[in-house]
């Protein structure tokens, strides 16, 4: 069974950086288009940014410009570097595949407050 973990979270001021990594106990990134997704309080999760197998990204308009999603299929890992950071980026952080094809790790929580 895959597991999914995520790491890389903390606290930081508004206008910090933060660089969230994602590490799948099998080898599933190679034909998967992986994906960020994060949840607020009281709030649905949603998608964050993915990235196909060949490197190609995509993000929801919220983050265009401050977020960078990364993989390397080869270590099975993927990365969500994220500058410029604002409160309302606060939520728990997840991976998983596009079409959320994996059980759901514990997430790493980002927190944006000063």
């Known amino acids: 069974q895959v597991q999914l973990v995520e790491s890389g979270g903390g606290l930081v001021q508004p206008g910090g950086s933060l660089k969230l990594s994602c590490a799948a106990s099998?080898?599933?990134?190679?034909?998967?288009?992986m994906a960020w997704y994060r949840q607020s309080p009281g709030k649905e999760r949603e998608l964050v940014a993915a990235v196909t197998p060949g490197g190609s990204p995509y993000y929801i308009d919220s983050v265009k410009g401050r977020f960078t999603i990364s993989r390397d299929n080869a270590k099975n890992t993927v990365h969500l570097q994220m500058n410029s950071l604002k409160p309302e980026d606060t939520a728990v952080y997840y991976c998983?595949?596009?079409?959320?094809?994996?059980?759901w790790g514990q997430g790493t929580q980002v927190t944006v407050s000063s």
């Open positions: 099998g080898n599933i990134f190679r034909i998967n288009t």
């Open positions: 998983n595949s596009r079409n959320k094809a994996y059980n």
